[in-house]
């Protein structure tokens, strides 16, 4: 019989790693503690849960949960890099659709409020441990935090191709005030219980005013 570069014959045979049960337990009690924390901290907030709390909501015990976890704050930060991948991912998605460069940011915001929308506690613990002293500033420097800017930015930069802004936009200025109008909502959801209407409201008069300086012509 010829070799066959490449087959799973003789020396090159392929090396298939099987997890072992062990493996698959611990990742299964991960994802377990991962949507008890979850539930609970879109409950109560990140204060309201305690990893008690958590182990109990999972079935399980706090040692389980520490075998995976440093701690609460380890574990919301799991859960915060998760959440903020899948909302960059939703935001982008709703940008390209939209038809013009006020259209795409505003469509992007949308698609942010409504990501948080119906777990606003979650999303207050967010704002809280992300401008904590000993927490913030790793939070914000976050690889999806970054890719939330970089929407922004893109859509912009797309509205200099298209003609809709000015070579002078002054993009990175903008993108940076844009974000922190996005952000700046929030509490309005959090604490006055603003609908998605009222926050796509605000937000269009945002956006208008902050690219008024840079419409071309």
């Known amino acids: 019989m010829k070799h066959v ?19 698959l337990a611990k990742a299964q ?10 539930r609970l901290f879109s409950e109560s907030g990140y204060e309201g849960a305690t990893i008690r709390d958590i182990a109990a909501e999972a079935g399980m015990s706090t040692g389980a949960v520490f075998a995976n976890f440093t701690d609460k704050a380890d574990l919301f930060r799991e859960i915060m890099l998760t ?14 659709k939209g038809r013009t460069v006020d ?11 409504a990501f948080y929308k119906s777990q ?42 298209r003609g809709e802004l000015s070579q002078e936009a002054e993009i990175k200025l903008r993108t940076q005030m844009l974000f922190d109008a996005y952000l700046a909502n ?21 956006i208008r005013v902050i690219l008024a300086g840079a419409r071309r012509g």
Request: glycine content about 8%.
């Open 186 to 206: 929030y509490p309005e959801a959090i604490f006055q219980g603003w609908g998605l209407e009222a926050l796509q409201a605000k937000s269009r008069d945002q």
């Open 5 to 23: 570069p490449g087959s799973l014959h003789g020396d090159h045979a392929a090396e298939v790693r099987v997890p072992t049960r062990r493996a």
């Open 29 to 38: 009690t991960r994802t377990k503690v991962i949507a008890a924390a979850r």
């Open 120 to 161: 606003l506690p979650l999303a207050r613990a967010a704002f809280s441990i992300s401008w904590s002293p000993d927490q913030g500033g790793e939070i914000r420097s976050l690889p999806p935090v970054q890719a939330l800017y970089d929407i922004i930015s893109e859509q912009l930069a797309l509205g200099v191709e």
């Open 83 to 96: 959440d903020m991948q899948n909302l960059a991912d939703a935001m982008r998605e709703a940008a390209v």
């Open 103 to 113: 259209d795409a940011i505003l469509r992007a915001f949308g698609a942010g409020y």
